[in-house]
């Protein structure tokens, strides 16, 4: 790996933090992992404005709707500002700090007790700061000595990290700034569609041609030069295919395998056998369209291969993120300046979210929990006997299927999370919760997970906190606050101090300074695949632009790493390795009952589970309610009528949508928005069939019926 920044050099048109005016924070914004460079201004009334930083590099003084409306979560009317503690009246109710937390420890306490330290879970979030992220994982694994910790990034780009870490021996997001992608002659996007999750990193997409892979004609789809649409679940075939092309039509770089790679041979053993043919009868996508894009990425000067959910959320999500690898490789891509392969990361922190020790199998600094070398140089950072943390834990379906069950976990910890949305099956995933003897709930605004809560600590939010966040880029980023959190709130990492205290531990063990927890976190990550020794929140501050990894030096000053691999992959040998995978069909298919495949996904105005995006009131009026994306002659099939109520039913349940008629949309194929809430959720209809690697569930993909829905009038 090697470094091509110099040290110390701020980054140009960047003032330190220091220099704003009172009133006034440089920060980033609350939602994607982009995490767009925003300006955020307090006037005389308390009222909070966002203007984009015009200097940035990600966003190039662009936000998206979400970005510019964001300070309205500040003020929503139902903001948490009090804990509640549900009484025997069976409602929440205001409670004091010290009732709450007492309760809460003296229930782990007991539960702990009874049926020991797995009997408390935590589940976290990928839009945590880094701080929050580290202190959680510490807070599961040395106070309550639980090995049963994962996170909501479980959802969201694992299978890709599993990849990633099997071809490069590294799992950043994009290896390269994002600003490398508008110098590209070609881009690949493989189950992304960025124009509408994350719109301003289009300013870098407009010169490039792009190829995008998808079921959908989506807004980045509309602006492509050639638009694959395959069949749900058929990416892989794909993949395969665009392999054997790139083989059998002479596009093989044979230096680059042979001087940088390794495992090629059996990778084309399973590839061989995708010709155009074949593809074509499996995925739906013409044989000319495959030649074309083959043809595209190796003619290219510079070109990239991205990855997106759409590949991911599969049961063989890692099978097929790791083919769209092998093409990478076979073209040269990776670790070639101006090429390369990458992951669109979706939370705003769901890189650094996962790199130090949310995870059920990981520690912080990407270090794996099982390894002894590992385990013994976080122990002794942390101060605790190596022996006394426990090993790996459920991921986290297999967490949340667990729970309130005989040998599951009978409390859970919940962080930045919204599980009952969010989770797929989403209505056992509530019965499950709903099973707990103590479910407790940290946010900052009710949430349908909040009303399951036994107990609800109201903390501070993204522009009333300090911290780091981790970019799609693997670029270390401050959070600065612009105003103080409302009387009675409290942030996440003094909730977890006072949970700490009560359970035994000494005060000092977990600081409640964001940058004191940085610093910790620097030593725990040093040497480490994700290692942060060498980032400081001075050199943050002073306008340094810093990519992991970054380690200590001697003298100081490492310049940190924009662009791995261009000297070395992160294998002991410096090797990148292909991974002979094949195709497998979906968990399910459609047939005579469920003739169709749902498939979903996000839309502009909102994000996420919708808990914080829906109580935006410009937000709301742009995407108020749940819909389906519906072909018309699918529709005119079913007796559907656009702007109409549909009931769309899965093996596991049913879900109630708005009908949207889009002719760009397969035949075969319906559309749902993951944002919204009761019989609106689309994962009501997502399975828990997972992929094996990745512990990824099949959200891209169900087999389900449609039929109209008679509105109820008044």
Known sequence: MSADRAPGAPEKGRAPHSERAPGAADTHCAYCALQCGTRLTRDAA??????????????????????WTAPALLTVPDRLRAPLVRGPSGTLAPATWDD???????????LRAEHGPDSAA????????????????????????????DYNGRFCMSSAAAAGNAAFGLDRGLPFPVSDL?????????????????PPIMRHLTGPRLIVVDPRRTRTAAQAALHLQPVPGTDLALALGLLHLAVTEGHLDRAYLDARTTGFEAAWQRAAAWWPERVEGVTGVPAADQRAAVRMLAEADRAYVLTGRGAEQHSKGTDTVSAFINLSLALGLPGRPGNGYGCLTGQGNGQGGREHGQKADQLPGYRMIGDPAARAHVAGVWGVDPASLPGPGRAAYQL?????????????????????VSAPRAARVARR???????????????????????????????EEEGTMTSLEGRVLRRRPVLAPPRGVRTDLEVLNGLAVRLGQPAERFPTEPRAVFDELRRASSGGRADYAGISWERLDAGEALYWPCPEVPGGGHPGTPRVFLDRFAHADGLARFRAVDYREAAEAPGAERPL???????????????????????LAAAPETHVEVHPDTAARHGLRDGGLARVTSARGSTVARVRLVPGLRADTVFLPFHFAGDGRAN???????????????????????????????
Request: proline share 7%; glycine share 12%; with cysteine.
């Open 182 to 198: 508008g110098a590209a002659g070609v881009v690949l996007l493989a189950g992304a569609n960025p124009a509408e999750t994350m």
């Open 46 to 67: 308390g009222r909070v404005s966002a203007q984009p930083l015009p200097d940035f590099p990600v966003n190039l003084g662009g936000l998206c709707q979400k970005g």
């Open 400 to 420: 949340l299927d667990a729970l309130g069950t005989e040998g599951g976990p009978r409390a859970l910890l919940v962080l930045g999370s919204n599980p009952v």
């Open 684 to 714: 009501l209809l997502t399975g828990d069939a997972l992929d094996p690697v990745s512990g990824m569930p099949e959200f891209k993909l169900s087999a389900v019926s449609i039929e109209p829905l008679r509105e109820r009038t008044t």
């Open 433 to 463: 919760l709903a099973a707990l003897d103590l479910l407790v709930v940290a946010d900052f605004v009710p949430s349908e997970t909040t009303e399951l809560a036994d107990v609800v600590l109201p903390v501070a939010q993204w522009a």
């Open 100 to 110: 709450a937390l007492d309760l809460v420890a003296a229930r782990l306490t007991r």
């Open 122 to 149: 935590v589940f976290g979030g990928g839009g945590l700061t880094n701080e929050k992220a580290y202190a959680l994982g510490k807070f599961a694994r040395v106070a309550l000595g639980t090995s049963q910790i």
């Open 597 to 619: 495949y749902a498939t979903t996904g996000r839309v502009p105005a909102q994000y996420q589970s919708g808990a914080q995006t829906r109580r935006v009131p410009e937000l």
